[in-house]
């Protein structure tokens, strides 16, 4: 059974495996296709990232914020609303997210 490392409000259905990025700056050169956005909320700014994202995981946020609503549009799996994804995860973290269910699991 694996690890429950997070939990939060689905808002983009998916699960997909990926390295966590922690993006505070919207203009952080250290994000590649593919990568978890994990933030703690997104705003316009952030499109060019969220567009190249795996998944998106924010700390604050619900049902219509502008992660919730953009991860839709894109087809990007995204849990909202967790509180403190960006203090429990780590930048190179491996982890599943599981935006069906609104969990965050350790992956091997």
């Known amino acids: 059974m694996r ?3 997070l939990k939060g409000t689905p808002a983009s259905l998916g699960t997909i495996e990926g390295i966590v990025r922690i993006i505070n700056d ?3 050169k250290n994000f ?5 956005l994990v933030t703690e ?11 190249k994202a795996g998944a998106i995981i924010t700390d604050i946020g619900g049902q ?4 919730a ?15 403190n994804a960006t203090q429990v995860l780590k930048n190179g973290q491996k982890v599943i997210v599981n935006a069906s269910e609104g ?6």
Do not use: Q
């Not at 590649?32 to 978890?36: A, L, N, P, Q, T």
């Not at 909320?41 to 567009?51: A, D, E, G, V």
């Open 26 to 28: 919207p203009y952080d």
């Open 64 to 67: 219509l914020c502008h992660a």
């Open 32 to 36: 590649h296709k593919g990568d978890i």
């Open 41 to 51: 909320m997104t705003n316009p700014r952030f499109l060019h990232l969220m567009h």
């Open 69 to 83: 609503i953009t991860a839709r549009e894109f087809h990007i799996p995204c849990i909202v609303g967790t509180e």
């Open 103 to 108: 969990k965050v699991y350790e992956a091997e």
């Open 3 to 5: 690890k429950i490392l």
